[in-house]
């Protein structure tokens, strides 16, 4: 309503209000697509009793499918967060292993085992990195299989 429209100080203003409630209603939607994918990997794996093989093959196309939707909200989230006046555009400096765990951490992925061979610092714009990081856990997952390795070989420019 106009009302509604007064209280902001400017049109930027109201961008930003209106990033954050989608934000919100993101973050929502996230956390119940990791719930129903926490429950449905739980069923998979027999935590409520044994399953046939036909609802264990219905139950891995489901948790794909979120997957998939997980990592569309995670690009969103990084698309809309790109822009926040609160974080900055600007290329910084990373731990990469640091970054890298706490991306993992985030991740809609489960990895058995990351290492980072030494430490690393990159300049990079944190955003773009997430993403970047998502993106290839997503092809792995897609195109290769559950013990799919990803190597990572970074060039000083």
Known sequence: ???????????GDLLY??????????HDFKGHLQGSNRLLRQTLEGEF???ELPLAQLLEKLIRGNDSVLLLVQNLIGLLCFDSPDSSNEMQVLNLSAFLNSVLKHS?????DCDILEEL??????????SLFFNLLDN????????TRIQVELLQD
């Open 108 to 112: 809609v992925y489960r990895v058995d």
């Open 140 to 147: 792995a997952r897609k195109f290769g299989g559950k013990q």
């Open 49 to 51: 009793g044994k399953i």
């Open 121 to 130: 610092y990159v300049l990079a714009h944190p955003p773009s990195m997430q």
């Open 1 to 11: 309503t106009d009302a509604d429209l007064n209280q902001f100080q400017s049109k």
């Open 17 to 26: 209000a209106k990033r954050d409630k989608i934000l919100s209603s993101i």
